[in-house]
């Protein structure tokens, strides 16, 4: 009786206990992002129904996690990115907050109602969800799961149970939401502050390649260059090999004709190509011509143009930077230019057109990193759209 009160009915030791810590953070975290993130929220794979249930129960019983508000809440997130709106963004709230206070933000919006109802289409809404799940006893599930864990392995249970209710508030809405907005690398010159933390994804399933993800976020796998690694997508892979699951959209490497997709796909490589090729040697060249420009014009002149047009304080500093140096000023209209290519509301064999149009001036700009970039995307315009995506991809 006295080994039961003090070790539960198992009895295990505290490493077991850690082991299974390890385990069930890393099933949930799993969870959040094949179900509730790549499935739920942007469609770009089909769980099989039965897998979809599994991860609704388990989330369920893990977190308390509500699928339509998740799913609002981060739909939300991608179409304020980083602007007026965006629930829980470094860049208005600070990282601290982000960071330490990222359930409390999480919290707000998704109790917001407007949010729920313009961004929560298409999620679970049988009876199970309506009174279970996201019904009015939707805590019973991490109760029980204390219960189950207290009883098993007695008062250790308890403790084991209070760090995993932390798991899912520090990994999910601390890291990826915060550091995934603020530290890492960037491939590619999307237009918010996403970061990949960094180049495997192994703890948060994947989501650490979050700028990747930002750049194409109908896709299933967020991993796109050589040495990155998104251990989501390997278990999809699994998944869609025993017939699991239906992977829908991947990026950039299985474009077969020029669709609004591809279109999109192939933009945001083609704004990385346009940092490396044209942007970076550019400035190299003018600094190497004595250009001394402070810390703060550096951070404004690499900044994504859409951030920036908010401030007009910053504005009249990059201004006057870039009227200092013609060059400058040429390269990066090219690029405010370029970004406006893909943001008109125009059908994809228009924005092709823009783009071809864009190409002829830059061919003519008289700088000539410029001039070489525009030639070089010529030749791959010529290409069928699949062959463009992959070469864009590989350079
Ligand atoms: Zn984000
Ligand atoms: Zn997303």
Known sequence: MNAFLSHGLLGWPLWALIGVWLLTLH??????????HRDQTHRAVKLHPVVRHLCRFWLWLTTATVTRE????????????????DPHSPRLFGLRTVLFGGVGLYRRAAEDSDTLKTYG?????????RWVYAGPVNIIGILLLMGLEVLLFGPLG?????????????????????????????????????HNIVPWGLVCGGEELHNNHHAFPGSARFSQRHGEFDIGWF????????????????????????SLQDLMAYRAHLMSRYLKEVLRPTWRNVRRDGFRPTRRCRRLFWLSPKLLGESAEDRATLDSVLDSQPVLRTVYDFRVRLGHVWES??????????????????RTSG??????????VHLLLE?????????????
């Open 367 to 376: 700088v000539r990193q410029l001039e070489h970039f525009s030639e070089r």
């Open 27 to 36: 099933l949930t975290v799993v969870a959040v992002s094949l179900y509730l």
């Open 235 to 258: 278990y999809l892979r699994i998944l869609s090999a025993l017939g699991l699951a239906q992977i829908e959209r991947l990026a950039a490497t299985d474009g077969q004709s020029v």
């Open 70 to 85: 998740w799913v609002a809440v981060h739909r939300r997130h991608h179409s304020t990115v980083d602007h007026e709106g």
């Open 158 to 194: 308890l403790t084991l149970w209070a760090v995993q209710m932390m798991g899912i508030p520090v990994l999910a809405a601390g890291v990826v939401n915060g550091l995934g907005h603020a530290v890492g690398y960037r491939n590619f010159d999307t237009p918010d502050l996403s």
């Open 121 to 129: 289409q298409g999620t679970p809404d049988d009876w199970l969800e």
């Open 345 to 362: 509301g125009a059908h994809a064999a228009q924005r092709l057109e823009e783009l071809r149009e864009w190409l002829s001036q830059a």
């Open 383 to 395: 290409q069928p759209a699949s062959q463009i995506l992959s070469e864009a991809a590989g350079g």
